[in-house]
């Protein structure tokens, strides 16, 4: 459990800078025509990350590392340098020659947008922030290597970096581009570019005091390389299915939103009205992102940290210890992911009023975003399970199962986005989402179940309904606490004059912490009555060797 707390400690770290970035950057751009060319921007090479990073270069280099290290010991573990020099030397031609033919197309797209702002801007900061594709790919790649020699601490702080140079950006950007949203836009996609240097540079001297020698004979391990190739595709695909909905999701809004100062009808048979308004893409990232917070926090870590357990359980046809390390996972997960789903919904709205209503942010954008994020956290749980199951497959070598299904959940989410946005109109693309995650969720764990036997689902299901009902307890008591509670802002300024504006932020946030603070306190009584024993298990000592404890029979 101590790598497991380590990352969830550094994550929380980031996650916290990524809520005060994110509160920045709302006060900044608010919800409108820039915000929402930064935001879909930046999506793209954050989706490269996931796609050639630390998604699925990761799932697949990692097992064949693990083997060539074990295998090399003898020369100094030089075949595992070998793989490593191998694999990072290609991913940087090739995402390198990636970003060159995206720049082209780019200008060839700016060659033609005559519409002279929603388009060219889109363009131009996905010019600048491109090159980060490379920069973050090749930091998630050492990263994949240090976490492969149980090293967690860079590996985990490495978002931290992006979130400090991003607040820096916002920072330069309020202070010396003041009123000209265009040139404060590009001054933050500046930063982004340099946190992808920070981000791969603090890592490499850590790699090589680890032992780490570029190699550039490869031929020893160059079947390896091939393996490692051959199976990019699938797991790419299978790995991002959230972050590919996520890209859809933001072009669906781009398409449907109604363009400012524009045509109130769509050019669609009977001239439908635009069923979105503008801002639809900037609502989506922000509730997006406080939606992944538990997930960031909990759910990629305890993926991150199983991973390295099952392969080695997958090596030796440890079947049994694998499902049963499954198993636990998955409970780990219904103890904190069902709370969440249900705190979110919660204190969705003082969430967002809190972190985002400020500067141009106003409280009509609140309401939206706040909206976005209960839509969201119907699936909260589903979001940090997939990861979890999908380290099932890949430490049992099946690629194929989960790129069927995370096909099946592209194709669900494109359908449901289409249909319900004309119905919840931009919160129809977040259900959407939630919707294809949970239905995601529950083919993988019987597909998974198929190759390493039966879950203990009576096990399974009792965590379920004891969590569920701690969580209602927790949400009933969280309500009327919010009921119940001053107005801390006012009483603020009973004391201190009018005028200071931070006296209302600073209510906004006690006003949300209390609430949190009581039911998070009521969730840890009620599991502690209920006997929800696997909740503590993140408290514990470790008790033997490995990530996870040894699993309990009864």
Known sequence: MSGLRLVISSTLLSRVLGAVRDTATAGLFGLGPVMDAFAFAFRIPN?????????????????????????????????????????????????????????????????????????????GLTAVMLPYAVLICLAAQVSAVLQALGRFGWPSFVPVVLNLCWLTGVWVAHRWAHEQPTAQAYTMAASILLAGVFQLALQIPELYRLGFRYERDWRPVWAEVMGIIRAILPVTIALSITQINSVLDSLVAWVFSRPPNGSLTMALPGSPEYPLQGGAVSALYFGERIYQFPLGVFGVALGTVLFPLLARHAARGELKRLRDDLSLALRLVLVIGIPASVGLMAVAHPLTRALLQHGEFGESAANRTSAMISAYSLGVWAYCGIPVLFRGFYALGDRTAPLRIGMFAILLDSALNLTLIWFLAEQGLACSTAISAMAQFGLLCVMLQRRVGRFDWPRFWVTAGKALVASLVMLAVC????????????????????????????????????????????YLLMAWILSLNDLWLLFQRDKAEGDLPPIDPS
Do not use: C
């Open 47 to 123: 989706l490269a990350r996931r796609l050639f990073g630390e998604g699925a270069l990761s799932a697949t280099f990692l097992p064949a590392f693990s083997k060539a290290y074990e295998h090399s010991a003898a020369t100094g573990h030089r075949g595992a340098w070998q793989l490593t020099s191998a694999v990072l030397t290609l991913l940087a031609l090739g995402m390198t020659g990636l970003v060159i033919v995206g720049e082209l197309f780019l200008a060839l797209m700016a060659h033609f947008a005559y519409d002279g702002g929603k388009a060219e801007l889109l363009l």
């Open 479 to 522: 309500l009327l606490v919010q009921q119940n509670q001053p107005d801390w802002g006012e009483m603020l300024t009973v004391v201190i004059p009018r005028g200071h504006r931070w006296l209302r932020v600073g209510g906004d946030l006690v006003a949300l912490g209390v609430p949190v603070a009581i039911a998070g306190l009521v």
